[in-house]
C-alpha cells in the first residue's frame, strides 16, 4: 500500500475551479460544462456556488462530499433534472433553458437505487424499458435487435442467467448490475450513478465495481459520474474527482493529483489519511463528533 502523505487540515475557503482535464484526447468534446453555475432556494439559501466544471468523453469521474455538501443538486443539474439559479449548463452540447429538457434526458443514462421497476417484470424486459426510459415496457417498441442488445449487455454486467427471472426474485447487488444494463440500453453519452453501491454487501459491491470497469472498457465513448461518500467504492476505472463541501469545489481534476489526504480531510472537514493500492482507494480517520467539521 502507498500512504499519501497527509498535510495540517485546512480550512476549506472559496470556490475552486476545476483543474485542466487531462486525459482526454484531442478529439474529445465536452459532456459536461458548467461554468460560474450558482443555485440557491427561494428563500435565498444556497446549495452551490461559483462552480466551473468540464467532463470529457471518455472520462469517468467520481463526486465525492459530506451530506449536505450539494451532491444530488449537481448531479441533477448534469442530468438535465433542474436549472441552475445563474451561470451556464451545457450537457451534451445542449444548453440548458435552450433546449428540451425532456428530449435531452433520454441521451442520459441513469443509475439510482431509488429508481422505481415493476417487482414482476422479467429481467430482460427491465433492461428494455432503458430504451423509453419508462417504468412500464411499450408493447412492440422492442425489436429482435434491442433483444439481443439487451442479452449482450446483460452479459456484460455479469448478470446473463438472470434473463427470464422476475426483478423481486434478485439480490440488491444484481438489481443495481441490471440497473447499469438498463441505463446502457439507449446507447447514451454519459452515464450518472447516484450511490449505487448503497446497501450492498463486500461481494456484490465488488460485483458492482467490476461491471463498471467492464463498461467503461467496452464502451470508452461513454463519460459517467459516479457519486459516493466512500473512497472505498470508487470503481478502479475512475478517471477524475471532484471533491465538493459546503456547495463549492474543493478540488477537481485527475484522480491521482487530487484524491489526497489534505485535501479530503478539507472536504469531509477533519482528518483523513488517504491510501492507494491497484487504483482503489481507502480512507482512514479518528474524528469524533468533538473533532468533526472544525
Known amino acids: 500500500m502507498i500512504?499519501?502523505?497527509?498535510?495540517?487540515?485546512?480550512?476549506?475557503?472559496?470556490?475552486?475551479?476545476?483543474?485542466?482535464?487531462?486525459?482526454?484526447?484531442?478529439?474529445?468534446q465536452p459532456v459536461i460544462q458548467?461554468?460560474?453555475?450558482?443555485?440557491w432556494l427561494p428563500h435565498g439559501m444556497t446549495i452551490l456556488a461559483g462552480i466551473n466544471w468540464t467532463v470529457a468523453t471518455g472520462q469517468h469521474w467520481a463526486l465525492l462530499g459530506p451530506n449536505g455538501s450539494g451532491k444530488t443538486t449537481l448531479l441533477s443539474l448534469a442530468g438535465a433534472?433542474?436549472?441552475?439559479?445563474?451561470?451556464?449548463?451545457?450537457?451534451?452540447g445542449e444548453q440548458l433553458g435552450k433546449t428540451s429538457m425532456w428530449n435531452l434526458r433520454e441521451r442520459v443514462g441513469a443509475v439510482d437505487p431509488a429508481q422505481k421497476i415493476l417487482e414482476w417484470l422479467p429481467i430482460e424486459e427491465v433492461v428494455l424499458t432503458g430504451l423509453t426510459g419508462t417504468v412500464w415496457p411499450q408493447p412492440g417498441r422492442a425489436t429482435e435487435a434491442d433483444r439481443l442488445r439487451a442479452?449482450?449487455?446483460?452479459?456484460?454486467?455479469?448478470?446473463?442467467?438472470l434473463t427470464e427471472r422476475e426483478i423481486t426474485t434478485c439480490s440488491q447487488g444484481e438489481r443495481q448490475r441490471v440497473r447499469i444494463a438498463r441505463a446502457l440500453m439507449a446507447d447514451p453519452s454519459l452515464l450518472l450513478?447516484?450511490?449505487?453501491a448503497t446497501g450492498l454487501d463486500l461481494p456484490a459491491r465488488e460485483a458492482l465495481l467490476g461491471a463498471m470497469v467492464s463498461m467503461a472498457s467496452s464502451h470508452p465513448e461513454i463519460a459517467s459520474v459516479f457519486v459516493s461518500?466512500?473512497?472505498?467504492?470508487?470503481?478502479?476505472?475512475?478517471?477524475?474527482?471532484?471533491?465538493?463541501?459546503?456547495?463549492s469545489f474543493v478540488a477537481a481534476g485527475?484522480?491521482?493529483?487530487?484524491?489526497?489526504?489534505?485535501?479530503?480531510?478539507?472536504?469531509?472537514?477533519?482528518p483523513i489519511t488517504v491510501v492507494e493500492e491497484g487504483n482503489r482507494w481507502m480512507a482512514r480517520a479518528s474524528a469524533n463528533w468533538h473533532t468533526r467539521g472544525r
Do not use: K, W, Y
Open 81 to 92: 433534472h433542474r436549472h441552475s439559479s445563474s451561470g451556464t449548463v451545457t450537457v451534451l
Open 229 to 247: 461518500h466512500h473512497l472505498e467504492e470508487l470503481p478502479p476505472s475512475t478517471t477524475h474527482v471532484v471533491l465538493l463541501r459546503a456547495g
Open 193 to 196: 450513478l447516484d450511490e449505487p
Open 151 to 161: 442479452a449482450a449487455l446483460l452479459e456484460l454486467v455479469g448478470c446473463a442467467g
Open 3 to 28: 500512504p499519501v502523505t497527509m498535510a495540517l487540515m485546512e480550512t476549506a475557503t472559496a470556490p475552486v475551479e476545476a483543474m485542466v482535464v487531462q486525459g482526454a484526447t484531442a478529439a474529445s
Open 254 to 270: 485527475p484522480i491521482h493529483e487530487t484524491l489526497n489526504s489534505n485535501l479530503v480531510s478539507r472536504c469531509f472537514g477533519f
Open 34 to 39: 458548467m461554468q460560474d453555475v450558482h443555485v
